[in-house]
């Protein structure tokens, strides 16, 4: 039987910056994954060049049904550490938009810095793992992988959620969790594209493609000013995957399309210079034309002069075009989805170093455990920070 002091399940982001962080400590470190390579997500997140971090983490960009958990963990690793450690390892990278850092090549730097740090620090990795069953016998966990039998003195759980399954995501990590009494907070897929109805998918689908800023709000008042794409499926874009992590089904989403101008303002004052401008013609100033001529086709916005409006039409329609309800008919699942909402309950794991209230021994780090993200590199971060909390608490024993 071989004897390790410590077993990590998933060789993602969390996964392997715990097991750097753990080997470098003089433990012996084993990570087992059940795919072919090593941080696959990470390969395939910001678009190939990962958003690993953001300038602005703060508690207040995650949800949980615990908000404060995720507090001692951001505050003990942050942004600034790992930053500090890309440019160690020589990675250009650059800030996009609030404050979001991506790498200038490839997610592969992010996925080579974890590798490097791994071998540095006599980290065992070993892909294509099956593990069939988990005991806990005294103090050790005995973890049956391949056929064989491999002995730890702390197990930690880094398998992640449900987004992706493509990429190998599973249920394995709660499945654990349950086996040793925890509870799983109802899951479901976040930083997500919107569906919509077929009624309304058949007139907006000819938008397909066209991507324009907006201040979108759910029924919960929570707001996020970002880009909207149009998708030949329904809604896409940074503000509707923020949003989708706040949506319930059923809801209605408001979309306001001129976050930065006061439209009554504007309609009354073009309506005194121009008054012979037909409203679609100012509207097309400022927004794409085949949105303005979809709006009319689902009678958002009449095909008047300017001159033709009385106060109550310019109060109407400057109330539709800063607050378009929209109810989607649901979102894309997990198999666009960035992130899975929900997870592993944090009442019984501790905060401070991510262990099991209920098994000693026993680690929950990154997306496994009820913490989500905003998009923009928040929940790398989270990965970051969970994974160095845990690492920090494990000792020889």
């Known amino acids: 039987m071989e004897k390790f002091d410590v077993i990590i399940i998933g060789a993602g982001a969390a996964g392997l910056f715990c097991a750097a962080n753990s080997g470098q400590k ?3 470190v084993l990570i087992l994954d059940n795919g072919k390579k090593a941080g696959r997500k ?23 049904t615990n908000p404060h958990f995720c507090k001692s963990a951001l505050a003990r690793f942050t942004q600034w550490d790992f930053i500090e450690l890309v440019q160690k390892h020589h990675i250009p990278y650059h800030e996009k938009t609030l404050g979001q850092l991506f790498c200038d090549n490839s997610a592969q730097d992010i996925i080579d810095l974890l590798l490097t740090e791994c071998k540095l620090a006599g980290v065992s990795l070993r892909l294509q ?6 005991k806990k016998i005294d103090n050790k966990f005995l973890v049956y992988v391949n056929e064989k039998i491999i002995s730890s003195n702390a197990l930690i759980v880094a398998s992640g959620g449900l987004s992706m399954p493509k990429l190998g995501a599973t249920p394995f990590g709660y499945r654990i969790a349950e086996q040793f009494g925890h509870t799983i ?8 594209p919107f569906t919509l109805h077929k009624e309304l998918l058949d007139v907006l689908h000819t938008l397909s493609g066209i991507a324009i800023p907006v201040k979108i709000s759910s ?25 989708s992590s706040y949506w319930q089904p059923g809801e209605h989403i408001s979309i306001n399309l001129f976050p930065n101008i006061n439209l009554i303002d504007c309609l009354i004052h073009e309506q005194t210079i121009h008054p012979n401008l037909s409203l679609k013609n ?14 009319q086709v689902l009678k958002k916005i009449p095909d008047n002069s300017l001159k033709q409006l009385n106060m109550k039409q310019i109060n109407t329609i400057a109330e539709m075009l800063h607050n378009w309800q929209i109810q989607p008919n649901s ?19 501790s905060s401070k170093t991510m262990e099991s209230e209920k098994i000693a021994g026993l680690y929950f780090i990154g997306e496994v455990i009820d913490v989500t993200g905003w998009l ?3 929940n790398f971060q989270w990965a970051w920070s969970s994974a160095w909390t845990c690492a920090q608490s494990l000792t020889k024993s």
Request: proline fraction near 4%; charge should be neutral; charged fraction near 15%.
């Open 129 to 134: 793992s099956e593990i069939t069953q988990i």
């Open 42 to 64: 990470i390969l395939m997140s910001g678009g190939g060049r990962c958003n690993f971090t953001n300038l602005y983490i703060d508690p207040n960009a995650y949800i949980s």
């Open 26 to 28: 003089g433990l012996k």
């Open 282 to 295: 100012l509207l097309t100033k400022y927004l794409p034309k085949r949105l303005i001529e979809t709006l």
């Open 219 to 243: 029924q919960n008042t929570m707001t996020f000013q970002e880009n909207l794409l149009f998708t030949h499926r329904g809604l896409s874009g940074p503000a509707i995957l923020q949003i």
């Open 376 to 378: 923009g590199g928040y």
């Open 185 to 192: 907070q109802p899951t479901r897929a976040a930083l997500v």
């Open 331 to 349: 979102t894309e699942g997990y198999r666009t989805a960035e992130v899975t909402l929900g997870g592993v309950d944090t009442n019984s794991i």
